[in-house]
């Protein structure tokens, strides 16, 4: 829903606390003063989005072709959450209690800032190496150390690295979902499909390719392996 003039029935003295956010009281929510300020500082924030009902009044969201900028208002203390994503995953976010730093925030990254860029300027903001790799155009290696280091999936340990011997498997973004190793031929774009090495009992595997509907199963680990390249293109 895009944003909307203030009404002064609406309510926004019983979602937003005067005490901390009189700014806000006073233009009519987090999204009209991230406009006001935008205006002021010549900023290009695009259409500021809120959600339905009182939350309209302590959200904000923006497009860009990277991603949704998504601001949200602290309840307790005062301060605005920022979280930059896209493809599922987060490029940056920080909080602060600055409105007009959050706003250049956003601007910056419309703009095309890189992350570096980004959290050099604004302290408060954070990024990590899976974003960089992103960022960089190739984060598989990044998320498969990620998966093969993480010490809560030591169970599955076994599967990752048998898949991540094989070179074209390994080229491959992985992703672990309960148990199961799931490998997309492109995580920035799923509808290509992506490959699945399901375990089942007794050392047994399934292996399913989703872009095709095919099914095997293996009847160990390294079966599983081979299966699994060979319903690659």
Known sequence: MAETGKDPDDGISDVV???????????????????RLAARGR??????????????FVTAAMSSERGRIWILLGAEERFFSIRISHWGHVWASGTTDDLAAVTEVAD??????????????????????????????DPAPTQ??????????????????AAHSDERLRALFPFVSHG?????????????????????????FRVEATWNGSTAEAHSLQEAVRTARSHLP
């Open 43 to 56: 900023l290009d924030l695009g259409l500021i989005e809120v959600d339905a009902g009182p939350a309209r």
């Open 180 to 204: 199961a190793l799931r490998l997309y031929r492109d995580v920035r774009d799923t509808s290509l499909g992506e490959l699945r090495l399901v375990p089942l009992p007794s050392g047994r």
């Open 108 to 137: 910056a990254w419309r703009k095309g800032a890189t992350l570096d860029e980004l959290v050099h300027r604004f302290a408060f903001m954070r990024t990590d190496a899976l974003a960089l790799a992103f960022e960089r155009g």
């Open 17 to 35: 606390n005067g005490s901390l956010y009189s700014d806000l009281l006073r233009d009519g929510g987090l999204a009209l003063a991230m406009r």
């Open 144 to 161: 498969w150390d990620e998966l093969l280091g993480h010490p809560e999936l030591a169970y599955v340990r076994p599967l990752l690295t």
